[in-house]
């Protein structure tokens, strides 16, 4: 504890009197100040005990100390010594009621007893108040340490969270809650997750304060790790603002939590690598080998259904949101998951089928869906509004190379239709006609139907519409002539124009089929 009046009074060889104010002598001394300026104000920075010997004041003038106290009070003074038997017999009683009437502790002198010995008293024990501060942060950080290599993340919080005498919880790159102490803060955690999406959007390392919800504590976030981008964050809780030790115990368990956060950085690039040579062989048609080279880094993740996830972007901040977002949610669910970056523009991402890390995915792009379509010009705009991606049916081991095939299939779909995510399965169970919204499909559906477009336009018949018949009634005259309104003799002429205008037979099928497919592309563009 910090030295307080208190301590200074029962101090016995310094022989305090306290003559005012003896409901305040609790407060902590920062400092002790000697002056005798009538206004030592300007020079006071709040917390000091200043020491008077009224050699300028008028002490015994009640409207002169009624000033000079309240100016002490307001400048954050939390007492004042007067010695006595210098200028003053007594402490005048102007000062000692003013000094009550305020709630100043007002402290006697006596003369035998030297300013410099008050200072000396304070000054020891500051620094013996510092030392065991210091000493009691060294024997945090040993525990802290000692519950980092035994119980993890989960035990050094829980230390921690005894030694500040509150709460901490620890949050995932994505500001998920990953671990709280003790356990009934897990709730209150959870509800500063937009605080620490903020904070992790400064540069790092960063750190802030909040009010707790609804005002309950103190909270003090703090971003983990040492690169650009923090891979995680550190939430304590406390009733008040932390003392030298408690600062001592948090720094202790930042730096703890760094220390662990790169480290599962160096295993996540080696995993990285494994996960790439497993990748390949399952593409390549060797399974067993997969199998044999994963050994239990993945779980069952090759021994049941899973999905692949192909997605590229030009902006690599893109891909390493999809990449935590993906990995957060494999981590809180006990999923494996397989995340191997191809180059700068893309990742393949190998899930289990129905589980939370598709589910993940999905929800993310539809997130990027959402802000696309609310923003003004309705263009992409943000970092990540340039992601697109693919992903495959659920498949197995021996046919993950088809499952790459439909992702990167679903993928180019995405990318032509201007979405972030189309599923492969959605292409099989709709319809072909969003195929052709594509600007070489219309420029040959151009090409082919102009002649009779331009023929059309100088009145000398409806070949266009009556082609749009025929075909719809799969060649049947008597049936498109009547959708028409004409006699089947002029839907025959008007084939046969058609036949010699585009210079091709409508007996080939393959001839309907290119016509049927510029005609549905046109009316697409209409």
Request: net charge negative; proline share 5%.
């Amino acid at each position: 504890m910090p030295p307080t009046l208190a301590s200074l009074v029962h101090h016995s060889a310094l022989k305090l009197t306290v003559r005012a104010g003896e409901d305040h002598l609790d407060v902590p001394v920062r400092w002790v100040h000697a002056s005798e300026l009538a206004d030592p104000v300007p020079y006071m920075e709040g917390g000091e005990l200043l020491l008077i010997t009224a050699l300028k004041l008028d002490a015994e003038d009640a409207k002169a100390m009624r000033r000079y106290v309240k100016r002490l009070v307001g400048a954050g003074v939390v007492g004042l010594g007067f010695a006595v038997g210098v200028n003053y017999d007594e402490i005048p009683e102007a000062l000692v009621a003013t000094a009550q009437e305020e709630g100043l502790p007002l402290l006697e002198v006596p003369r035998r007893t030297p300013f410099i010995a008050i200072s000396k008293a304070v000054s020891a024990a500051i620094a013996a108040d510092q030392y065991r501060s210091v000493t009691a942060g060294f024997a945090a950080q040993r525990e802290l340490t000692r519950q980092a290599l035994t119980d993890g993340p989960e035990g050094l919080l829980t230390a921690l969270a005894a030694q500040v005498d509150g709460w901490a919880a620890l949050y995932d790159a994505s500001g998920a809650v990953v671990a709280t102490a003790p356990e009934w803060a897990g709730r209150r955690a959870a509800r500063l997750t937009a605080d620490v999406e903020r904070l992790r959007d400064r540069p790092a390392p960063a750190s802030s304060v909040v009010g707790g919800p609804d005002n309950e504590d103190r909270v003090e976030l703090h971003t983990l790790g040492t690169g650009r981008r923090p891979r995680a964050a550190l939430a304590v809780g406390t009733a008040a603002a932390l003392g030298t030790a408690e600062r001592y115990a948090v720094h202790s368990a930042i730096a703890l939590l760094t220390l662990t956060t790169e480290r599962s950085r160096s295993l996540q690039a080696a995993q990285e690598r494994i996960g790439a040579a497993v990748l390949r062989m399952l593409l390549a048609g060797q399974p067993d080998h997969a199998r044999a080279v994963a050994g239990d880094l993945f779980g069952g993740l090759l021994d049941a259904p899973f999905r692949i996830v192909v997605g590229e972007s030009a902006d690599g901040a893109a891909l390493d949101a999809l990449a935590e977002v993906v990995e957060s949610a494999a981590a809180r669910s006990g999923e494996a998951v397989l995340v191997v970056p191809e180059g700068p523009e893309r990742l393949v991402v190998l899930a289990v089928d129905d589980g939370a890390a598709v589910e993940a995915c999905a929800e993310h792009a539809a997130m990027l869906e959402a802000e696309r379509a609310t923003s003004a010009t309705g263009e992409r705009t943000g970092d990540e509004d340039d992601l697109v991606v693919g992903l495959s049916a659920p498949a197995g081991p021996i046919a993950a190379a088809a499952a790459y095939k439909q992702a990167e299939q679903a993928l180019s779909v995405a990318r032509r239709r201007g979405r972030v995510l189309v599923e492969h399965e959605q292409l099989a169970a709709g319809s072909v006609l969003p195929l052709l919204a594509d600007d070489a499909v219309r420029a040959f559906a151009d090409g082919l139907l102009r002649p009779l477009s331009e023929h059309d336009a100088t009145g000398r018949g409806d070949l266009v519409a009556s082609l749009r018949a025929w075909l719809s009634r799969h060649g049947q005259w008597d049936a498109a002539a009547a959708d028409l309104g004409v006699h089947r003799h002029t839907l025959r002429y008007r084939m046969r124009r058609v036949e010699e205008i585009l210079g091709r037979s409508l007996d080939d099928p393959d001839v309907r089929m290119e016509l049927w497919l510029a005609l549905k592309a046109t009316a697409a563009a209409e």
